[in-house]
């Protein structure tokens, strides 16, 4: 039997619990940085699932914010001097700066994106993830606060790492950082309907991200939050990209620690 949204969402909130319980007392969890990693991925969660289940924009939009709070005191413990384990802290774990894209917390996404190793992590990640993660930071930190890259290099090493073969994130990317708006729209698509097949596949996905993000596609919005920073005409929604999700940009009044307490902030 397929397991519902709520007993998604209840399970997220035990979880939550139990990872922020590590965090304030101490642990090995909390000293690999696992915790950490683990309370950004239920706030996360939690966020689609309000979205998908009572159609709740304005709490998506809080847990969201929470998800990449918590990245953010991570990332800030690693510019002091902590160190934790490669998987938690590698770019292409960062689901965290995409959440704050996706929220419209555009600052957020900036102070994450800076902060974020520029380096592979060959123990943690495939290079392509890498070079997709580190594209979407450094062109968001470009359209955001005009920041300059080398995104020459960055496509160059791409295209080494791909041994030739096109994909449709790369395809996508490109299109966007070309400001090409045919080309970024049938590439989008593309994305859209390969994402989909992998999430058709149970073995490559848990059942609890296949009701989840399998539903929602976060990277796919904040690519579309990067297409209107750029100038390009784009649809309102695609599949799997509701006009619910897309969210205005602001300032959410919530503190640094607001994460560490479940309820701070969210609306009733």
Not at 48 to 58: G, H, K, V
Not at 105 to 133: M, N, S
Not at 198 to 224: C, I, P, W, Y
Request: charged share 25%.
């Amino acid at each position: 039997m397929p397991m519902d949204l709520e007993t998604i969402a209840d399970n997220a909130r035990f979880s939550l619990d139990q990872a922020l319980r590590i965090i304030k007392h101490g642990g090995v969890a909390e000293r690999s940085g696992k915790a950490y990693g683990a309370a950004s991925l239920m706030y996360h969660r939690l966020a689609l699932c309000e979205l998908l289940s009572e159609a709740r924009a304005d709490r998506f939009q809080v847990h969201l914010c929470k998800s990449a709070l918590v990245r953010l005191h991570l990332v800030r413990l690693v510019s002091s001097g902590r160190s934790f384990h490669p998987s938690t802290t590698c770019a292409g774990a960062n689901f965290s700066f995409v959440d704050a894209v996706v929220a419209g917390q555009l600052g957020l996404a900036a102070d994450i994106a800076r902060l974020t190793t520029d380096k592979h992590e060959p123990t943690a990640e495939y290079e392509d993830d890498f070079l997709l993660h580190r594209f979407l930071q450094r062109n968001f930190l470009h359209l955001h606060a005009a920041e300059s890259y080398d995104f020459t290099a960055l496509f160059d090493r791409w295209e080494r790492v791909l041994e030739g073969e096109r994909t449709p994130y790369f395809d996508v990317c490109q299109a966007l950082f070309r400001r090409d708006a045919a080309g970024f729209g049938d590439a989008l698509l593309t994305v859209i309907e390969e994402r989909a097949r992998s999430f058709q596949q149970k073995d490559e996905h848990s059942e609890e991200a296949r009701r989840t993000d399998g539903a929602v596609f976060m990277n796919g919005l904040a690519l579309l939050r990067m297409a209107e920073m750029s100038g390009l005409p784009a649809q309102r929604e695609y599949p799997n990209i509701p006009s619910l999700a897309r969210l205005p940009p602001g300032t959410m009044q919530l503190s640094p620690n607001a994460w560490m307490n479940p309820d701070e902030g969210l609306p009733g």
